[in-house]
């Protein structure tokens, strides 16, 4: 499902989202991190957090888990013929 983050610090992330999520349930979320990292772009950070409360103001997560990932395609190097036999 979408949503949009709407503030993050390094222990929690508030996040609106559509529907009501009950307090403790964990949540998977995945979304495009802006600018570059180590020098580089097309990162996106994957979390794991936990629901801790619910307002008027979104959905508040405590994160468990954190992981960033390069999703930029992987560059294509020319092999050289020699290198595409196989030995049995």
């Known amino acids: 499902k979408r949503g949009r983050a ?27 991190w ?3 990292y180590h020098g580089g772009g097309g990162i996106r950070l994957f979390l794991t957090g936990s629901v801790t409360r619910i307002d008027e103001r979104g959905t508040a997560l405590r994160i468990l888990s954190h992981q960033f990932r390069d999703v930029r395609p992987a560059a294509v190097s020319p092999r050289r013929p020699e290198r595409n036999i196989a030995v049995a």
Not at 7 to 28: K, Q, Y
């Open 34 to 36: 802006p600018g570059t």
């Open 6 to 32: 709407l503030d993050m610090s390094a222990n929690g992330i508030l996040v609106d989202i559509p529907e009501a999520i009950p307090i403790g349930s964990t949540l998977e979320l995945e979304m495009d």
